[in-house]
């Protein structure tokens, strides 16, 4: 891998140095290079020289994936007749890249008498160098993978291909564009590609998947991969059902059909949803709808609660109306107004419904919005403690287990949580400007 690396950035030396189209009098482009930098990002560089001294240099970039929208850098040059400029696109929080994207890059310059010059696009893919990456294709889908046998990435391959069209005709939704599934040997060796790394850095739960551009998830094989994979490719399919300018979905909606489209809830959701309905405690429907940071509590209740009402609203009405639900998000209805349209509830209604399907009585609502006063649940890694042992993963096909059963035979192990703040708070993707946009898809 690093031998191709090397290879790469020669061409691109090569071909940088090579007279280019639309050049300009006076203005002369003898270099351009990109470094990758993993996990720091991709440093551009540019050699050239003018007649005039130089006036302005920016980098024009743009992230190729279905949510990107081109941007530009201002680089560090030097003064002087030959210049040389240099942009270091930084992986951070606000401007996250993850590996196999890639960067379309072209250089303006403008000198002080005046000439203009930009030049050919160059495409450069951002790699997690540490590994000797290989790929299987089937249709659309790719998994990319380097510590995996042939037989598991063909199931990976199946399953995900499985998920796309299953969630894709329940939701009204056809992912037409090429989805990318990179599958790392561990959590350890996924951690420093992904997002929720960055944002909470040295501490809490291992995160196991994430999904932050909507043609890309990342999945490590340590706990129940396939249902893992089903989770993060579902949200690539919830992004495309609401792809459009309006609002977001509530997050029980979008995290509850990620956890549907798995073969079972884990086991501490289902667990911690049955012990809140035996105490009567549930989470009101209406502190579902957006994730916050601010709070730890509950996590477990938010994804097993989400998957329940989900479950209610598929098999209560059938799956016809719920392809009308998301269609009622994208065209920019309000949550109330959206389930008004298409059920004849708003969220009280809804809440009450199911509460009376899992034998509650209606909520005893206080406050203008007849919420309560806990916490919103955080929306964390879909991850686990390390050191913990892995549940057997549930045979592909297997009955999904009843929402809100008594005493289930949940999986045996402690699970921290479901799908990353990514994918909820900070979901979206990444627009090519390195904008990070607060899309919870």
Known sequence: MRRWLLATAAALALAGSMPLPGGAQGIAVRSQTAQNQFPEGVVFNLLAGSDSPVAEVRLRYTIQTPDGSRAFGKPECNE????????????????????KTNITYSWAIRDQAGNVLETQPQVFTYEDDRFRWES??????????????????????????????????????????????????SAADMQPAILSQV??????????????????????????P?????????????????????????????EGTAVYAQSRPLGDEQSALELAIRRNRPLSVRSLTSSSLAHSDNVSLFYGQSYSIVAFLIDTYGEEKFRQLFATFREGSTTDAALEAVYGFDQDGLEDAWRDSVGLPPRERTGPNGGQSRPIPQITPFGADQGQQAP????????????????????????VAAVLAVTVLLAGGIAAGGFLLLRRR
Not at 80 to 99: A, E, K, M
Not at 199 to 219: F, I, Q
Not at 227 to 254: K, S, Y
Request: hydrophobic share 40%; net charge negative.
């Open 392 to 415: 057997q993963e549930p045979a592909d096909g297997e009955p999904r287990p009843p929402a809100a059963g008594k005493d289930g035979d949940g999986v045996p192990f402690r699970a």
């Open 226 to 254: 396939l249902d893992i994979l089903r989770h993060e490719l579902t949200h690539v399919v919830v992004r495309e059902a609401l792809r459009g300018p309006f609002g977001d979905p509530p997050a029980w909606l979008n």
């Open 80 to 99: 002087g007749l030959t210049f040389q400029c240099s942009f270091h696109l930084r992986s951070t929080g606000g401007t996250f890249l993850i590996p």
């Open 136 to 185: 299987l294709t089937e249709g659309n889908l790719t998994v990319w993978f380097y510590e995996a046998d042939e037989e598991r990435v063909r199931d990976l391959l199946r399953v995900g291909r499985q998920t796309l069209d299953r969630m894709g005709a329940l939701l009204g939704a056809s992912v037409e564009f090429p989805v990318k599934v990179l599958y790392y040997a």
């Open 199 to 224: 944002l909470v850095p040295n501490g809490g739960p291992v995160t196991l998947g994430e999904v932050v551009y909507s043609d890309t998830a990342v999945v490590s094989p340590d706990i129940v």
